[in-house]
Protein backbone atom coordinates (compact mmCIF):
# COMPACT_ATOMS: atom_id res chain seq x y z
CA UNK A 1 0.00 0.00 0.00
CA UNK A 2 1.17 3.17 -0.77
CA UNK A 3 0.51 5.94 1.84
CA UNK A 4 1.01 9.65 1.16
CA UNK A 5 1.25 12.30 4.11
CA UNK A 6 0.12 15.46 2.88
CA UNK A 7 1.21 18.32 4.50
CA UNK A 8 -1.88 20.52 5.99
CA UNK A 9 -2.37 23.86 8.16
CA UNK A 10 -5.05 23.95 11.04
CA UNK A 11 -8.50 25.47 10.81
CA UNK A 12 -9.32 27.42 14.35
CA UNK A 13 -12.87 26.08 14.00
CA UNK A 14 -12.99 22.32 14.53
CA UNK A 15 -14.28 22.38 18.29
CA UNK A 16 -16.94 19.75 18.62
CA UNK A 17 -20.23 21.05 19.70
CA UNK A 18 -22.97 19.01 21.76
CA UNK A 19 -22.52 16.26 19.12
CA UNK A 20 -19.26 16.65 16.83
CA UNK A 21 -18.28 18.43 14.68
CA UNK A 22 -20.96 20.15 12.26
CA UNK A 23 -20.13 22.39 9.77
CA UNK A 24 -21.49 23.34 6.36
CA UNK A 25 -20.85 20.46 3.62
CA UNK A 26 -18.97 23.86 1.64
CA UNK A 27 -16.56 23.90 4.59
CA UNK A 28 -16.43 20.35 4.84
CA UNK A 29 -15.47 20.37 0.63
CA UNK A 30 -12.48 23.31 1.65
CA UNK A 31 -9.07 21.29 0.82
CA UNK A 32 -7.86 19.64 4.02
CA UNK A 33 -10.92 19.96 6.28
CA UNK A 34 -12.14 16.93 6.83
CA UNK A 35 -8.95 14.65 6.40
CA UNK A 36 -7.37 17.19 9.42
CA UNK A 37 -10.13 16.48 11.57
CA UNK A 38 -10.20 12.86 11.08
CA UNK A 39 -6.30 12.81 11.84
CA UNK A 40 -7.25 14.94 14.73
CA UNK A 41 -8.80 11.97 15.58
CA UNK A 42 -6.60 9.22 15.01
CA UNK A 43 -3.84 11.43 16.74
CA UNK A 44 -6.16 11.73 19.93
CA UNK A 45 -6.38 7.59 20.25
CA UNK A 46 -3.83 5.17 20.99
CA UNK A 47 -3.39 1.65 20.98
CA UNK A 48 -5.70 0.81 18.03
CA UNK A 49 -3.03 -0.26 15.31
CA UNK A 50 -5.13 -3.74 13.90
CA UNK A 51 -8.05 -2.97 15.93
CA UNK A 52 -11.71 -2.37 13.95
CA UNK A 53 -12.99 0.61 13.20
CA UNK A 54 -16.84 1.19 11.91
CA UNK A 55 -17.95 3.90 9.55
CA UNK A 56 -21.42 5.01 8.49
CA UNK A 57 -23.33 7.85 8.00
CA UNK A 58 -26.95 9.03 7.30
CA UNK A 59 -26.53 9.44 3.63
CA UNK A 60 -26.78 12.86 3.42
CA UNK A 61 -24.92 14.98 0.30
CA UNK A 62 -21.33 13.99 0.57
CA UNK A 63 -21.51 10.90 2.74
CA UNK A 64 -19.65 8.97 0.27
CA UNK A 65 -17.13 11.44 -0.56
CA UNK A 66 -16.49 11.70 3.04
CA UNK A 67 -16.92 7.46 3.67
CA UNK A 68 -14.13 6.87 1.17
CA UNK A 69 -11.87 9.90 2.41
CA UNK A 70 -12.12 7.69 6.13
CA UNK A 71 -11.41 4.44 4.50
CA UNK A 72 -8.51 5.09 3.08
CA UNK A 73 -6.92 7.11 6.26
CA UNK A 74 -8.11 4.43 8.73
CA UNK A 75 -5.99 2.17 6.87
CA UNK A 76 -2.91 4.57 6.13
CA UNK A 77 -2.91 4.87 10.21
CA UNK A 78 -2.96 1.17 10.99
CA UNK A 79 -6.09 0.20 11.73
CA UNK A 80 -6.96 -3.71 10.88
CA UNK A 81 -10.42 -4.07 10.05
CA UNK A 82 -12.88 -1.44 8.94
CA UNK A 83 -16.74 -2.11 8.70
CA UNK A 84 -18.35 0.00 6.32
CA UNK A 85 -22.36 0.04 5.57
CA UNK A 86 -23.25 -0.93 2.53
CA UNK A 87 -23.78 2.66 0.64
CA UNK A 88 -21.79 4.08 3.37
CA UNK A 89 -25.02 4.08 5.54
CA UNK A 90 -25.48 2.87 9.08
CA UNK A 91 -28.05 4.91 11.50
CA UNK A 92 -26.10 6.50 14.64
CA UNK A 93 -27.73 3.53 17.00
CA UNK A 94 -26.75 1.00 14.21
CA UNK A 95 -23.05 2.23 14.42
CA UNK A 96 -23.42 1.89 18.45
CA UNK A 97 -24.95 -1.40 18.02
CA UNK A 98 -22.22 -2.96 15.78
CA UNK A 99 -19.01 -1.35 17.44
CA UNK A 100 -20.48 -2.98 20.85
CA UNK A 101 -21.47 -6.48 18.82
CA UNK A 102 -18.01 -6.51 17.11
CA UNK A 103 -16.34 -5.51 19.78
CA UNK A 104 -14.87 -2.74 17.59
CA UNK A 105 -12.32 -0.27 19.02
CA UNK A 106 -14.35 2.74 17.67
CA UNK A 107 -16.64 4.31 15.39
CA UNK A 108 -17.31 7.19 13.03
CA UNK A 109 -20.45 8.26 11.94
CA UNK A 110 -20.99 11.01 9.13
CA UNK A 111 -24.19 12.61 10.08
CA UNK A 112 -25.91 16.54 11.10
CA UNK A 113 -28.93 14.56 12.16
CA UNK A 114 -32.03 16.75 11.99
CA UNK A 115 -29.57 20.14 9.97
CA UNK A 116 -31.24 20.05 6.81
CA UNK A 117 -28.72 18.23 3.87
CA UNK A 118 -27.85 18.78 0.72
CA UNK A 119 -25.06 21.03 -1.22
CA UNK A 120 -25.92 24.13 0.79
CA UNK A 121 -27.08 22.13 4.00
CA UNK A 122 -24.89 21.13 6.81
CA UNK A 123 -22.42 17.90 7.31
CA UNK A 124 -20.98 16.41 10.16
CA UNK A 125 -18.64 13.64 12.31
CA UNK A 126 -18.87 12.64 15.22
CA UNK A 127 -16.11 9.55 16.97
CA UNK A 128 -17.83 7.21 19.04
CA UNK A 129 -15.82 5.33 21.66
CA UNK A 130 -15.25 0.91 22.31
CA UNK A 131 -18.77 1.13 24.70
CA UNK A 132 -20.73 2.42 21.49
CA UNK A 133 -21.35 6.05 22.89
CA UNK A 134 -19.87 9.44 21.88
CA UNK A 135 -17.04 10.17 22.99
CA UNK A 136 -16.26 11.97 26.27
CA UNK A 137 -15.58 15.41 26.63
CA UNK A 138 -11.88 14.98 27.72
CA UNK A 139 -12.02 13.05 23.77
CA UNK A 140 -13.08 16.04 22.20
CA UNK A 141 -11.00 18.36 23.97
CA UNK A 142 -8.35 16.50 22.75
CA UNK A 143 -9.37 16.02 19.10
CA UNK A 144 -9.94 19.96 18.96
CA UNK A 145 -6.24 20.85 21.04
CA UNK A 146 -4.68 18.64 17.97
CA UNK A 147 -6.46 20.24 15.05
CA UNK A 148 -4.96 22.83 16.69
CA UNK A 149 -1.69 22.47 15.73
CA UNK A 150 -1.86 19.41 13.25
CA UNK A 151 0.65 20.00 10.08
CA UNK A 152 -0.01 16.59 8.02
CA UNK A 153 -2.27 13.77 7.39
CA UNK A 154 -2.10 10.17 6.35
CA UNK A 155 -3.67 8.62 3.69
CA UNK A 156 -3.70 5.60 1.78
CA UNK A 157 -3.05 6.11 -2.13
CA UNK A 158 -5.65 3.82 -3.49
CA UNK A 159 -8.49 3.88 -5.98
CA UNK A 160 -12.16 4.38 -4.40
CA UNK A 161 -13.97 0.66 -2.98
CA UNK A 162 -17.11 -0.10 -4.60
CA UNK A 163 -19.97 0.54 -1.25
CA UNK A 164 -22.50 -0.64 -2.94
CA UNK A 165 -22.43 -4.38 -2.68
CA UNK A 166 -21.51 -6.48 0.56
CA UNK A 167 -17.76 -7.60 -0.10
CA UNK A 168 -14.38 -7.76 1.35
CA UNK A 169 -11.54 -5.53 0.47
CA UNK A 170 -7.90 -5.35 1.33
CA UNK A 171 -5.58 -2.05 1.44
CA UNK A 172 -2.42 -3.23 2.60
CA UNK A 173 -2.93 -4.77 5.91
CA UNK A 174 -6.26 -3.55 6.12
CA UNK A 175 -9.44 -5.66 5.50
CA UNK A 176 -12.42 -3.38 4.46
CA UNK A 177 -15.96 -5.10 4.80
CA UNK A 178 -19.45 -3.83 3.31
CA UNK A 179 -21.62 -4.85 5.80
CA UNK A 180 -25.52 -4.95 5.68
CA UNK A 181 -26.50 -1.72 7.67
CA UNK A 182 -29.91 -3.28 8.85
CA UNK A 183 -29.44 -7.29 10.48
CA UNK A 184 -27.24 -6.60 13.50
CA UNK A 185 -29.76 -3.78 14.52
CA UNK A 186 -33.00 -5.55 13.66
CA UNK A 187 -31.65 -8.63 15.80
CA UNK A 188 -31.29 -6.11 18.43
CA UNK A 189 -34.64 -4.86 18.22
CA UNK A 190 -35.91 -8.70 17.91
CA UNK A 191 -33.75 -9.79 21.27
CA UNK A 192 -35.78 -6.79 23.07
CA UNK A 193 -39.08 -6.60 22.18
CA UNK A 194 -41.99 -9.13 21.66
CA UNK A 195 -42.25 -9.67 18.50
CA UNK A 196 -45.21 -11.95 18.35
CA UNK A 197 -47.41 -9.58 20.15
CA UNK A 198 -46.42 -6.79 17.69
CA UNK A 199 -46.86 -9.17 14.87
CA UNK A 200 -50.60 -9.66 16.00
CA UNK A 201 -51.03 -5.95 16.69
CA UNK A 202 -50.27 -5.04 13.49
CA UNK A 203 -52.87 -7.69 12.21
CA UNK A 204 -55.61 -7.08 14.18
CA UNK A 205 -57.60 -5.75 11.80
CA UNK A 206 -58.26 -1.89 13.99
CA UNK A 207 -55.05 -1.00 14.89
CA UNK A 208 -52.98 1.35 12.53
CA UNK A 209 -49.63 3.03 12.58
CA UNK A 210 -47.68 5.30 10.39
CA UNK A 211 -43.81 6.05 10.34
CA UNK A 212 -42.24 8.61 8.28
CA UNK A 213 -39.02 8.34 8.06
CA UNK A 214 -38.15 12.01 6.69
CA UNK A 215 -36.46 10.30 3.63
CA UNK A 216 -33.34 9.91 6.10
CA UNK A 217 -31.76 6.89 7.24
CA UNK A 218 -34.42 4.69 9.19
CA UNK A 219 -35.81 4.42 5.79
CA UNK A 220 -34.35 0.90 5.62
CA UNK A 221 -34.45 -0.14 9.13
CA UNK A 222 -38.10 0.61 9.06
CA UNK A 223 -38.42 -1.61 5.93
CA UNK A 224 -37.08 -4.28 6.83
CA UNK A 225 -38.35 -4.12 11.12
CA UNK A 226 -41.92 -3.10 10.62
CA UNK A 227 -42.72 -4.45 6.86
CA UNK A 228 -40.74 -7.70 6.71
CA UNK A 229 -40.55 -8.94 10.34
CA UNK A 230 -43.76 -7.69 11.70
CA UNK A 231 -45.57 -8.18 8.71
CA UNK A 232 -47.29 -4.58 8.82
CA UNK A 233 -49.07 -3.54 5.93
CA UNK A 234 -46.96 -1.48 3.48
CA UNK A 235 -48.46 1.90 4.05
CA UNK A 236 -47.28 1.87 7.85
CA UNK A 237 -43.95 3.35 6.79
CA UNK A 238 -43.60 6.77 4.02
CA UNK A 239 -40.68 8.35 2.89
CA UNK A 240 -38.34 5.32 3.58
CA UNK A 241 -35.89 5.83 0.62
CA UNK A 242 -32.46 7.90 2.13
CA UNK A 243 -32.06 10.85 -0.09
CA UNK A 244 -29.23 12.96 -0.20
CA UNK A 245 -31.18 16.38 0.61
CA UNK A 246 -33.87 14.68 2.26
CA UNK A 247 -36.35 15.06 -0.25
CA UNK A 248 -35.15 19.19 0.40
CA UNK A 249 -36.79 18.16 3.88
CA UNK A 250 -35.92 19.14 7.67
CA UNK A 251 -35.10 16.06 9.08
CA UNK A 252 -36.30 17.16 12.19
CA UNK A 253 -39.33 14.98 13.56
CA UNK A 254 -41.38 17.92 15.63
CA UNK A 255 -44.28 19.14 15.58
CA UNK A 256 -43.25 21.85 13.19
CA UNK A 257 -40.90 19.79 10.74
CA UNK A 258 -42.48 16.63 10.24
CA UNK A 259 -45.67 18.71 9.15
CA UNK A 260 -46.58 15.42 6.14
CA UNK A 261 -47.09 13.48 9.41
CA UNK A 262 -48.70 15.42 11.64
CA UNK A 263 -51.33 16.42 9.31
CA UNK A 264 -52.06 12.60 8.85
CA UNK A 265 -52.47 11.91 12.98
CA UNK A 266 -54.05 15.33 13.53
CA UNK A 267 -57.04 14.54 11.41
CA UNK A 268 -60.48 12.53 12.30
CA UNK A 269 -60.12 8.52 11.86
CA UNK A 270 -56.46 8.46 11.73
CA UNK A 271 -53.85 6.08 12.10
CA UNK A 272 -53.80 4.89 16.07
CA UNK A 273 -50.35 5.69 16.15
CA UNK A 274 -47.81 7.80 14.29
CA UNK A 275 -43.76 8.45 14.76
CA UNK A 276 -40.84 9.75 12.68
CA UNK A 277 -37.59 9.87 13.17
CA UNK A 278 -34.63 12.13 12.35
CA UNK A 279 -31.88 12.18 9.20
CA UNK A 280 -29.63 9.86 11.72
CA UNK A 281 -32.09 7.76 13.06
CA UNK A 282 -31.46 8.75 16.97
CA UNK A 283 -34.60 10.73 17.73
CA UNK A 284 -38.02 10.13 17.73
CA UNK A 285 -41.27 11.64 17.75
CA UNK A 286 -44.28 9.48 18.99
CA UNK A 287 -48.18 10.68 18.59
CA UNK A 288 -51.60 9.09 19.13
CA UNK A 289 -54.39 10.10 17.11
CA UNK A 290 -54.63 13.51 17.50
CA UNK A 291 -52.33 13.58 20.31
CA UNK A 292 -48.95 14.71 21.05
CA UNK A 293 -46.51 13.15 23.49
CA UNK A 294 -44.00 15.46 24.96
CA UNK A 295 -40.34 14.04 24.94
CA UNK A 296 -39.98 14.25 28.64
CA UNK A 297 -43.49 12.64 29.38
CA UNK A 298 -42.11 9.68 26.48
CA UNK A 299 -39.37 8.78 28.54
CA UNK A 300 -41.23 8.84 32.23
CA UNK A 301 -43.88 6.41 30.50
CA UNK A 302 -41.02 4.12 29.11
CA UNK A 303 -39.33 4.07 32.68
CA UNK A 304 -42.94 3.49 34.63
CA UNK A 305 -43.94 0.64 32.02
CA UNK A 306 -40.75 -1.25 30.99
CA UNK A 307 -41.22 -3.98 32.57
CA UNK A 308 -44.02 -4.81 30.28
CA UNK A 309 -41.63 -5.22 27.82
CA UNK A 310 -39.32 -8.43 27.85
CA UNK A 311 -36.31 -6.48 27.61
CA UNK A 312 -36.46 -4.90 30.63
CA UNK A 313 -38.83 -7.38 32.64
CA UNK A 314 -36.75 -7.68 35.21
CA UNK A 315 -37.03 -4.21 35.97
CA UNK A 316 -34.97 -0.80 35.77
CA UNK A 317 -31.62 -0.23 37.70
CA UNK A 318 -32.00 3.86 37.59
CA UNK A 319 -33.32 6.59 35.27
CA UNK A 320 -31.35 9.87 33.57
CA UNK A 321 -32.25 12.56 32.00
CA UNK A 322 -30.70 16.18 30.99
CA UNK A 323 -31.10 19.15 32.78
CA UNK A 324 -33.92 20.94 30.59
CA UNK A 325 -35.38 17.87 29.95
CA UNK A 326 -38.34 18.25 32.45
CA UNK A 327 -39.03 16.48 35.40
CA UNK A 328 -41.73 13.85 34.97
CA UNK A 329 -38.93 10.50 34.75
CA UNK A 330 -37.89 11.94 38.92
CA UNK A 331 -41.50 11.50 39.66
CA UNK A 332 -41.06 7.75 38.05
CA UNK A 333 -38.25 7.54 40.01
CA UNK A 334 -39.09 8.04 43.21
CA UNK A 335 -42.42 6.14 42.79
CA UNK A 336 -39.98 3.37 41.91
CA UNK A 337 -37.76 4.33 44.43
CA UNK A 338 -34.70 4.19 42.16
CA UNK A 339 -32.08 7.03 41.56
CA UNK A 340 -32.65 10.02 39.05
CA UNK A 341 -29.44 11.41 37.68
CA UNK A 342 -29.51 15.22 35.90
CA UNK A 343 -27.30 15.73 33.55
CA UNK A 344 -25.81 18.06 30.95
CA UNK A 345 -27.46 18.02 27.34
CA UNK A 346 -25.58 15.50 24.57
CA UNK A 347 -25.75 12.03 24.87
CA UNK A 348 -22.45 11.56 25.87
CA UNK A 349 -23.47 12.35 29.43
CA UNK A 350 -25.33 9.50 30.14
CA UNK A 351 -22.42 6.74 28.42
CA UNK A 352 -20.40 6.38 32.54
CA UNK A 353 -24.00 5.94 33.86
CA UNK A 354 -24.86 3.29 32.02
CA UNK A 355 -21.04 1.54 31.61
CA UNK A 356 -21.78 1.34 35.47
CA UNK A 357 -25.21 -0.11 35.75
CA UNK A 358 -26.65 2.89 37.31
CA UNK A 359 -29.17 3.52 35.21
CA UNK A 360 -31.28 1.54 32.44
CA UNK A 361 -33.44 3.78 30.67
CA UNK A 362 -32.15 7.56 29.82
CA UNK A 363 -33.53 10.69 27.89
CA UNK A 364 -33.84 14.15 26.66
CA UNK A 365 -36.19 16.51 26.09
CA UNK A 366 -35.30 17.02 22.59
CA UNK A 367 -36.97 13.80 20.66
CA UNK A 368 -34.05 11.32 22.44
CA UNK A 369 -34.77 8.32 24.46
CA UNK A 370 -32.49 5.15 24.86
CA UNK A 371 -31.42 2.37 27.00
CA UNK A 372 -28.33 0.29 27.96
CA UNK A 373 -29.00 -1.30 25.25
CA UNK A 374 -26.40 0.93 23.24
CA UNK A 375 -24.88 3.82 23.86
CA UNK A 376 -26.50 6.14 21.83
CA UNK A 377 -30.20 7.72 21.54
CA UNK A 378 -32.40 5.23 19.10
CA UNK A 379 -35.31 6.23 17.57
CA UNK A 380 -36.79 3.40 16.51
CA UNK A 381 -36.31 1.61 19.86
CA UNK A 382 -38.19 3.78 21.18
CA UNK A 383 -40.99 3.36 18.51
CA UNK A 384 -40.74 -0.32 19.28
CA UNK A 385 -41.73 0.29 22.99
CA UNK A 386 -44.40 2.39 22.28
CA UNK A 387 -45.86 -0.13 20.22
CA UNK A 388 -45.14 -3.06 22.84
CA UNK A 389 -46.75 -0.82 25.42
CA UNK A 390 -50.14 -0.41 22.85
CA UNK A 391 -49.67 -4.32 22.37
CA UNK A 392 -49.70 -4.86 26.01
CA UNK A 393 -52.20 -2.39 27.47
CA UNK A 394 -54.41 -2.62 24.97
CA UNK A 395 -54.93 1.11 25.16
CA UNK A 396 -54.41 4.48 23.07
CA UNK A 397 -51.61 6.34 23.23
CA UNK A 398 -53.58 9.14 24.55
CA UNK A 399 -55.30 7.16 27.37
CA UNK A 400 -51.56 5.64 28.60
CA UNK A 401 -50.74 9.44 28.80
CA UNK A 402 -53.74 10.34 30.84
CA UNK A 403 -53.62 7.53 33.00
CA UNK A 404 -49.57 8.36 33.77
CA UNK A 405 -50.92 11.95 34.65
CA UNK A 406 -53.24 10.88 37.09
CA UNK A 407 -50.97 8.81 39.24
CA UNK A 408 -47.89 10.65 38.77
CA UNK A 409 -49.12 14.23 37.83
CA UNK A 410 -48.55 16.35 35.02
CA UNK A 411 -45.15 18.54 34.48
CA UNK A 412 -46.31 21.10 31.65
CA UNK A 413 -43.84 20.97 29.39
CA UNK A 414 -42.28 23.17 25.80
CA UNK A 415 -39.50 24.51 24.32
CA UNK A 416 -38.89 27.43 22.43
CA UNK A 417 -36.69 28.25 20.13
CA UNK A 418 -35.25 31.05 18.34
CA UNK A 419 -33.29 29.93 15.83
CA UNK A 420 -30.20 31.91 13.35
CA UNK A 421 -30.38 35.10 15.62
CA UNK A 422 -27.12 36.75 15.28
CA UNK A 423 -24.42 35.29 17.68
CA UNK A 424 -23.75 38.53 19.24
CA UNK A 425 -27.32 38.58 20.30
CA UNK A 426 -27.75 34.85 21.86
CA UNK A 427 -24.22 35.69 23.83
CA UNK A 428 -26.04 39.06 25.22
CA UNK A 429 -29.08 37.12 26.32
CA UNK A 430 -26.78 34.51 28.06
CA UNK A 431 -24.31 37.39 29.46
CA UNK A 432 -27.16 39.55 30.77
CA UNK A 433 -28.81 36.29 32.31
CA UNK A 434 -25.59 35.51 33.95
CA UNK A 435 -25.13 38.84 35.05
CA UNK A 436 -28.65 38.54 36.96
CA UNK A 437 -27.50 34.84 38.48
CA UNK A 438 -23.88 36.50 40.06
CA UNK A 439 -25.68 39.41 41.32
CA UNK A 440 -28.93 37.50 42.91
CA UNK A 441 -31.03 40.13 41.08
CA UNK A 442 -33.70 38.05 40.74
CA UNK A 443 -34.08 35.93 43.64
CA UNK A 444 -37.14 37.23 45.64
CA UNK A 445 -38.55 39.36 42.50
CA UNK A 446 -42.47 38.23 41.49
CA UNK A 447 -43.30 38.23 37.13
CA UNK A 448 -46.69 37.23 36.48
CA UNK A 449 -47.41 36.52 39.88
CA UNK A 450 -44.90 33.82 39.97
CA UNK A 451 -41.80 34.50 42.42
CA UNK A 452 -38.09 33.27 42.16
CA UNK A 453 -36.49 31.25 44.11
CA UNK A 454 -33.26 30.44 43.28
CA UNK A 455 -30.89 31.54 40.22
CA UNK A 456 -28.25 29.13 38.85
CA UNK A 457 -25.91 28.06 36.29
CA UNK A 458 -25.93 24.69 36.00
CA UNK A 459 -22.47 22.38 36.48
CA UNK A 460 -22.20 18.82 36.54
CA UNK A 461 -19.80 16.55 38.19
CA UNK A 462 -19.98 12.98 36.94
CA UNK A 463 -20.45 10.48 38.98
CA UNK A 464 -18.57 8.15 37.49
CA UNK A 465 -14.80 9.79 36.54
CA UNK A 466 -15.56 12.70 38.42
CA UNK A 467 -14.88 14.87 35.15
CA UNK A 468 -16.73 18.28 35.56
CA UNK A 469 -18.50 20.21 33.36
CA UNK A 470 -19.51 23.98 33.85
CA UNK A 471 -21.86 26.13 32.53
CA UNK A 472 -24.63 24.14 30.79
CA UNK A 473 -27.79 26.08 31.33
CA UNK A 474 -29.54 29.16 32.96
CA UNK A 475 -32.20 28.08 35.90
CA UNK A 476 -34.31 30.05 36.78
CA UNK A 477 -36.69 28.40 39.44
CA UNK A 478 -40.13 29.36 41.30
CA UNK A 479 -41.90 29.48 44.45
CA UNK A 480 -43.89 26.43 43.30
CA UNK A 481 -41.06 24.63 41.36
CA UNK A 482 -41.82 25.74 37.91
CA UNK A 483 -38.48 26.19 35.67
CA UNK A 484 -37.03 28.65 33.12
CA UNK A 485 -33.89 26.89 31.39
CA UNK A 486 -32.26 29.37 29.20
CA UNK A 487 -29.30 28.32 26.95
CA UNK A 488 -27.40 28.18 23.35
CA UNK A 489 -27.19 25.29 20.88
CA UNK A 490 -24.10 23.24 20.49
CA UNK A 491 -25.35 22.00 17.34
CA UNK A 492 -26.14 24.89 15.02
CA UNK A 493 -24.09 26.20 12.24
CA UNK A 494 -25.59 29.66 11.60
CA UNK A 495 -25.24 32.44 13.96
CA UNK A 496 -26.88 31.45 17.58
CA UNK A 497 -30.13 29.45 18.35
CA UNK A 498 -31.44 30.17 21.51
CA UNK A 499 -33.43 27.52 23.28
CA UNK A 500 -35.84 28.65 26.08
CA UNK A 501 -36.86 25.19 28.40
CA UNK A 502 -40.49 25.80 30.32
CA UNK A 503 -41.80 23.78 32.98
CA UNK A 504 -44.66 23.49 35.44
CA UNK A 505 -46.04 21.28 37.98
CA UNK A 506 -49.80 20.18 37.48
CA UNK A 507 -50.58 17.59 40.39
CA UNK A 508 -54.68 18.09 39.92
CA UNK A 509 -55.81 15.48 37.68
CA UNK A 510 -59.06 18.15 36.81
CA UNK A 511 -56.02 20.60 35.61
CA UNK A 512 -54.03 18.63 34.07
CA UNK A 513 -56.06 18.68 30.09
CA UNK A 514 -54.78 22.19 28.81
CA UNK A 515 -52.76 22.81 25.70
CA UNK A 516 -49.06 23.15 27.27
CA UNK A 517 -48.66 27.10 25.57
CA UNK A 518 -52.10 28.16 27.05
CA UNK A 519 -50.86 26.37 30.81
CA UNK A 520 -47.50 27.47 30.47
CA UNK A 521 -48.16 31.54 29.40
CA UNK A 522 -47.22 33.02 32.28
CA UNK A 523 -43.92 31.52 31.96
CA UNK A 524 -43.53 32.23 28.39
CA UNK A 525 -44.01 35.87 29.16
CA UNK A 526 -41.61 35.79 31.79
CA UNK A 527 -39.04 34.47 29.66
CA UNK A 528 -39.41 37.04 27.33
CA UNK A 529 -39.37 40.47 29.86
CA UNK A 530 -36.16 38.62 32.01
CA UNK A 531 -34.04 37.83 28.95
CA UNK A 532 -34.99 41.32 26.72
CA UNK A 533 -35.24 38.62 23.96
CA UNK A 534 -37.30 41.62 21.68
CA UNK A 535 -34.97 44.26 22.55
CA UNK A 536 -32.15 42.35 22.40
CA UNK A 537 -32.80 40.29 18.77
CA UNK A 538 -35.94 42.25 17.57
CA UNK A 539 -37.77 38.67 17.77
CA UNK A 540 -40.97 38.59 19.52
CA UNK A 541 -42.37 34.85 18.68
CA UNK A 542 -39.70 31.37 18.57
CA UNK A 543 -38.86 30.00 15.19
CA UNK A 544 -39.88 26.29 16.73
CA UNK A 545 -42.35 25.58 19.11
CA UNK A 546 -42.22 22.25 20.93
C1 LIG B 1 -29.38 19.25 20.50
C2 LIG B 1 -30.31 18.77 21.59
C3 LIG B 1 -29.60 17.76 22.47
C4 LIG B 1 -29.08 16.61 21.61
C5 LIG B 1 -28.21 17.16 20.50
C6 LIG B 1 -27.74 16.10 19.55
O1 LIG B 1 -28.28 19.91 21.05
O2 LIG B 1 -30.78 19.85 22.35
O3 LIG B 1 -30.48 17.31 23.46
O4 LIG B 1 -28.33 15.71 22.38
O5 LIG B 1 -28.94 18.13 19.74
O6 LIG B 1 -28.81 15.40 19.00
P1 LIG B 1 -28.19 21.52 21.14
O7 LIG B 1 -26.83 21.79 21.70
O8 LIG B 1 -28.40 22.04 19.77
O9 LIG B 1 -29.29 21.93 22.05
V1 LIG B 1 -28.72 14.87 17.42
O10 LIG B 1 -30.08 13.95 17.09
O11 LIG B 1 -28.51 16.30 16.67
O12 LIG B 1 -27.32 13.96 17.36
CO1 LIG C 1 -29.91 12.83 15.52
Known amino acids: MDIKTISSIPFSDQKPGTSGLRKTVKQFQVENYLENFVQSIFNSLEDFQNKTLVVGGDGR ?129 ESIFDFDALRALFNNGVFKMKFDAMHAITGPYADEIFINRLGAPKDSIMNCVPLPDFGKGHPDPNLTYAHELVNIMMQDHGPDFGAASDGDGDRNMVLGSNFFVTPSDSLAV ?19 RSMPTSQAADRVA ?72 RTYGRNYYSRHDYEEIPLQSGQAIIKRLTNYIDSNFLVGKTYHGNTIKITDNFSYQDPI ?7 QGVRIIFEDDSRLVFRLSGTGTKGAT ?6 RFEPDGNNQ ?34
Open 61 to 189: FYNREATQIIIKMAAANGFGRILVGRGGLLSTPAVSCIIRKQQAFGGIVLSASHNPGGPEGDFGIKYNIGNGGPAPESITNSIFAISQTINEYRIADVEDIDLDSLQTFNIGGTTIEVIDPVSDYADLM
Open 302 to 320: MAANATLVPGYAEGINGIA
Open 334 to 405: EKLGLECYETPTGWKFFGNLLDADKITVCGEESFGTGSNHVREKDGLWAVLFWLNLIAVKNDSVENILVNHW
Open 465 to 471: DKSTSLQ
Open 498 to 503: LRIYLE
Open 513 to 546: HLDAQQALADLIDTAQDIADIKGITGRVTPTVIT
